[in-house]
């Protein structure tokens, strides 16, 4: 599952605007988003990872995607970085 993956990850952003901001700089290799999010803060990661061409996943949790996160609140987006 994803949680695995970001918890392996070397670099990792969170966050809607890190997250955003790793993809208009090339520098994301993988996004991966929470469907519990809002959905017009998770449409932005989306509509610019489509952009980037770079790979969505979805998860069901932000909590457990922070967790993964190895932080103590919710996270909407994580970009693994290349």
Same mark, same amino acid.
């Not at 998770?42 to 922070?66: F, R, W, Y």
């Given at each position: ?22 993809? *208009?700089? &090339? @520098? %994301?290799?993988?996004?991966? $988003?929470?469907?519990? /999010? ?25 909590? *457990?995607? &922070? @967790? %993964?996160?190895?932080?103590? $609140?919710?996270?909407? /987006? ?5």
């Amino acid at each position: 599952m994803s949680y695995e993956k970001v918890l392996q990850a070397g670099k990792i952003v969170i966050g809607t605007k890190q997250t955003i901001r790793a993809l *208009k700089e &090339g @520098k %994301a290799a993988e996004v991966i $988003v929470a469907e519990d /999010a809002d959905l017009p803060i998770i449409e932005k990661v989306m509509a610019a990872a489509n952009e980037a061409n770079v790979p969505i996943t979805k998860v069901d949790s932000m909590k *457990k995607l &922070g @967790k %993964a996160c190895k932080i103590q $609140v919710g996270a909407a /987006a994580v970009a693994i970085l290349r």
